[in-house]
């Protein structure tokens, strides 16, 4: 096999070991011990994927991956070590090279800023992201259900603090529609999002919100970006790094059209730490996570878990990582002997290798390898000598990130936080009329009051502005990407029509208040304007 159909992942058992492209949105797992190698391995496959035509999406929660963005140097004071281990395995034609290279950052310090909506990340995600009990998981998916059937939208935090104390005021009659409401749970939550408010998560909730398009993008040599998350920072929050990466994959398995098994991904998913998020998920999460694992590789994208421990995966998802790159891990411990046991038993035999031994005894640098064949079937394991990266070890410099963060094909598209009409609002501006119009009660008499206009805008009114506003903000991104060069699989006249279906079909359902009206408004109105 060579380079066009696999990548080159070091000699092992006096072959050269490869991963099949073809088989690549099957999954793997890279784990081992801190400081075995994993890293390395990881920027080697990133540099790999990117050289295939493969965009890769990659957290670095250490700062080391921003490396594959520069060419290593011969200065570098492992230069010649590098050399050698490249002559050793047979890499040919070993020079170093950068790979293109898009930086994000949920905080927009170090990257381009990512954000998502309230309504996209659901309740689901939010309530682990909180840690919610049973009965206040259900009362924030009652608070949803509430701002949906009243036609409001949930853009940011400060939208679902506004529709928390709003359910509040409703839970008598909330309660007899959806179930108990009690101010207790409300308050809970409320205590939850003001947490999140103070470590920051407000700035990842709100738009312009990401578009998965971004990552699928190549530069003028064919070569696919790397897209690097800084996590530096957001792993000082592990929930928060988990579930947004959870809430990644997930968007990415919705919006995807189904392909198959191409002759290479479409996109190559790293998830470091991937113990985060299993740990202390509840079963309903757990499930969701393994049917996105399970389904995401048929439209083309590869996810591969980063652990120091395999038995940090749970069996169900476990099984389906074809892929496997094991470093080296430390008998100290009970739990280690029996993550020793359980990695060598993941293994296609090697009459040739004792692979519980080897594990214990690889230096850093090396790894047991398996990956899946032409046929599927998982390739004998082989101890293997890992290939050096081509791109710099080590993190790259604030005047280098600058510099690429300057002439990223993203551009400003983010750089802005756009706060258009939505739940926060909304319900402040009622509150204001009730306010207002209470007082003229009491000055004027309520005769005087009702035969006076109306406070509020009427309806058509309101939906023409707001519509009109929804409708040229979308089409105007579709059609700024494609003046740009920037590509995007949104139709700029269906975008626009589907964001003014929507914001009418918001309108609507929130003036005749019957629930669920506003929900069958939209849908119909986003087909006829489309």
Known sequence: MDESAGIFLGKGGGEKQYLNLARANRHGLIAGATGTGKTVTVQGLAESFSRAGVPVFVADVKGDLSGVAMPGSE?????????????????????????????????GQKGHPIRTTISEMGPLLLGRLMDLSDAQQGVLEIAFRFADDEGMLLL???????????????????????????????????????????????????????????????????????????????????????????WLMSELFEAMPEVGDPDKPRLVFFFDEAHLLFDD?????????????????????????????????????????????????????????????????????????DVETAITELKVGEALISTLMEDGAPSPVERTLIRPP????????????????????????????VDRESAAEVLEQKAQD????????????????????????????????????????????????????????????ASAASAAGSTIGNEIGRAIGVPGVGRFVRGVLGGLLR
């Open 75 to 107: 200065d570098f004071k492992h230069h010649d070590k590098l050399i050698e281990r490249a002559e050793e395995i047979g890499l040919e034609d070993y020079r170093y090279a950068d790979s293109p290279t898009i930086f994000w950052d949920l905080y």
């Open 156 to 246: 940011d935090l400060e939208d679902l603090q506004a529709m928390m104390v709003a359910t509040a005021e409703h839970a008598k009659e909330l309660s007899a529609q959806y179930g108990n409401v009690s101010k207790q749970s409300v308050g809970a939550i409320q205590r939850k999002l003001l947490q999140l408010d103070n470590q920051g998560a407000a700035e990842f909730f709100g738009e312009p919100a990401l578009d998965i398009d971004d990552f699928f993008r190549s530069d003028g040599h064919d070569r696919g970006f790397v897209n690097i998350l800084m996590a530096e920072k957001l792993m000082e929050n592990p929930k928060l790094y988990a579930t947004f990466l959870l």
């Open 281 to 353: 998920a509840p079963k309903a999460l757990q499930d969701k996570i393994e049917q996105v694992v399970r389904l995401i590789r048929s439209k083309g994208i590869g996810v591969y878990f980063i652990t120091q421990n395999p038995i940090d995966i749970p069996e169900e998802v476990g099984g389906q990582l074809g892929n496997r790159v094991q470093h080296a891990l430390r008998a100290f411990t009970p739990r280690d002997k029996r993550a020793i046991k359980a990695a060598a038993e993941t293994f296609r035999i090697n009459p040739d290798l």
């Open 390 to 417: 081509r791109s710099r070890m080590g993190p790259i410099s604030t005047g280098e990130r600058a510099a690429i963060i300057a002439a990223s094909p993203i551009g400003d598209i983010y750089a802005e936080r």
């Open 434 to 493: 009730a306010a207002e119009t209470a007082k003229e009660v009491e000055e004027k008499g309520e005769k005087a009051v009702r035969q006076r206009p109306r406070r509020s805008k009427s309806l058509w009114a309101r939906v023409g502005r707001a519509a009109a506003g929804a409708a040229a903000a979308s089409a105007g991104a579709a059609l700024g990407r494609r003046m740009s060069g920037r590509t995007s699989r949104a139709n700029p006249t």
